[in-house]
T-cell receptor, first 115, second 112 residues
Framework: DTEVTQTPKHLVMGMTNKKSLKCEQHMGHRAMYWYKQKAKKPPELMFVYSYEKLSINESVPSRFSPECPNSSLLNLHLHALQPEDSALYLC??????????????FGNGTRLTVT | RKEVEQDPGPFNVPEGATVAFNCTYSNSASQSFFWYRQDCRKEPKLLMSVYSSGNEDGRFTAQLNRASQYISLLIRDSKLSDSATYLCVGTRYNNAGNMLTFGGGTRLMVKP
């Protein structure tokens, strides 16, 4: 079982909807990440939070808005998405904050479909 | 050129076979490398870290060749349950510093 928990597992939303993805970890990791993965492609980094502060935004469109309420939680707020945003959204955490020294621990992911 | 490149496969091998994957990287300053395994429609899971001295865990052996800038994963005595996509992870540099970056993955299918 993964130690990074994501909810919901599946989400279908219309292009005018507002929804949020949630991620939680209790391993005491100081860095948390959002990745997007399309079918048969590797995960693509979206955002990195280090010590609850946004440290990296990989030029992600503003219709994706991350939030880190505390060291254990990470949210991704979605608004006015497009069908091409349909993908598996993966949350990950790592013990270190250097972003290269520690392996990533992934959650089960949220499979998002935008209609 | 991609920072981390892998042969997408698929590699089709019989049970019990030995199979090896290579992964090349372009960032000569890369310090950290990992192999992840991803089953269909599941999240990636860490298989093993790759150290300069090599790393072995049961049937799995990972090695790093800095001179040629590649890492390898060797799987001995393949099991049906080894069927998955294997993702190589290296590092790339951007304005924020070094970041982990994924290769495209190599698909392995172990047949009875």
């Amino acid at each position: 079982d993964t130690e990074v928990t994501q909810t919901p597992k599946h989400l279908v939303m219309g292009m005018t909807n507002k929804k949020s993805l949630k991620c939680e970890q209790h391993m005491g990791h100081r860095a948390m990440y959002w990745y997007k993965q399309k079918a048969k492609k590797p995960p693509e980094l979206m955002f990195v939070y280090s010590y609850e502060k946004l440290s990296i935004n990989e030029s992600v469109p503003s219709r994706f808005s991350p939030e880190c309420p505390n060291s254990s939680l990470l949210n991704l707020h979605l608004h006015a998405l497009q069908p091409e945003d349909s993908a598996l959204y993966l949350c990950a955490s790592s013990q270190g904050t250097s972003m290269v020294d520690s392996p990533l621990h992934f959650g089960n992911g949220t499979r998002l479909t935008v209609t | 050129r991609k920072e981390v490149e892998q042969d997408p496969g698929p590699f089709n091998v019989p049970e019990g076979a030995t199979v090896a994957f290579n992964c090349t990287y372009s960032n000569s300053a890369s310090q950290s490398f990992f192999w992840y395994r991803q089953d269909c429609r599941k999240e990636p899971k860490l298989l093993m870290s790759v150290y300069s001295s090599g790393n072995e865990d049961g049937r799995f052996t990972a090695q790093l060749n800095r001179a040629s800038q590649y890492i390898s994963l060797l799987i001995r005595d393949s099991k049906l349950s080894d069927s998955a996509t294997y993702l190589c992870v290296g590092t790339r540099y951007n304005n924020a510093g070094n970041m982990l970056t994924f290769g495209g993955g190599t698909r392995l299918m172990v047949k009875p």
